[in-house]
């Protein structure tokens, strides 16, 4: 976790302090030293996991951490450090190919292992793909490797109700990332006559399969908006039918106050002698 900690600052802020120890409110020195460079931040994060790799359990369980676990951490920063120092030649670092044979090699020993096969699952009639993340149980899927088994009566919850609403959305560029396929051939999007102008059905025409299970299209959103509109309405007359309630409680309440008072004013204002003749 420390690896994966240090490059998620690596990618915010490239060059980052490392620490090999842990820090002391005392160690005043190392607690303001300046930021190590990235070439040494990088490898201290690769040799962390080559040493997870080789010294941890070789087993299977899609909620505790095994080699494959971290085989595919290293293949995930690998990958990434790989690609960005390619196509980034501004920080002068011409070694990306040296990361990108480590994803390789660390994919392929997953592989090799037999342990996962792609999903054919579904949930709820969607396709597998779709399935993957509308699914409230993957620990017994064929895909996973690591997963987090929230359990509301554990205690154990998300946040993705937060991360996933209508405040945030996907970008035109990921939209733009996948492929069209024609005649059996694949070719970026971007090759399309006139994708600028596509309105925004038409871009999920002849495309990756996977991208309509990813976006809305706007028939979904109108139905989705036409729901909330609804249960909107709904509330309203909730609403309505509570203050009603509320309403008629008070005044039969104050009914019977109101009869209790004057049974009293009676009692007080009537002689001894006819009050048992009174009641």
């Known amino acids: 976790f420390r690896a994966i900690l240090y490059y998620s600052k690596v ?22 030293k300046p930021q190590d460079p990235r070439t040494l931040v990088v490898d201290s994060i690769m040799a962390d996991l080559d040493y997870a790799v080789h010294n941890m359990k070789d087993s299977y369980s899609t909620t505790v951490i095994y080699r494959n676990v971290a085989l595919a951490i290293q293949a995930r920063i690998a990958l990434h450090e790989g690609t960005f120092r390619k196509y980034h030649p501004e920080l002068n670092l011409a070694d990306g190919d ?22 054919e699952k579904t949930v709820n009639d969607l396709p597998p ?4 993340f509308c699914s409230t149980e993957l620990t017994q899927n064929p895909e996973m490797i690591l997963v987090g088994d929230y359990d509301k009566a554990l205690g154990r919850m998300h946040n993705a109700q937060a991360q996933f609403d209508y405040n945030t959305g996907l970008s035109r560029d990921l939209m733009e990332d996948y492929l069209v396929v024609e005649n059996g051939q694949t070719k970026p999007f971007h090759e399309i006559t006139g994708y600028e102008i596509k309105t925004y059905n038409e871009v999920f025409n002849n495309r990756d399969p996977r991208m309509e299970q990813t976006f809305m299209k706007e028939k979904k959103v109108i139905d989705y908006t ?8 709904d509330k309203k007359k909730c609403i309505l039918y509570i203050v009603i309630l509320l309403l008629l409680g008070f005044l039969l309440m104050w009914t019977q106050i109101d009869d209790l008072t004057r049974w009293i004013l009676f009692y007080k204002r009537t002689p001894k002698e006819n009050k048992c003749q009174s009641l």
């Open 226 to 233: 036409r729901t909330y509109r609804r249960i909107e309405a």
């Open 98 to 119: 040296r990361f990108l044979e480590i994803a390789v090699e660390a994919c392929q020993k997953i592989i090799q292992s037999g342990t996962y096969s792609l999903s």
């Open 11 to 32: 990618k915010d802020y490239s060059d980052v302090p490392w620490y090999s120890c842990d820090l002391q409110t005392t160690d005043i020195d190392l607690l303001y």
């Open 129 to 132: 793909y779709q399935s993957l």
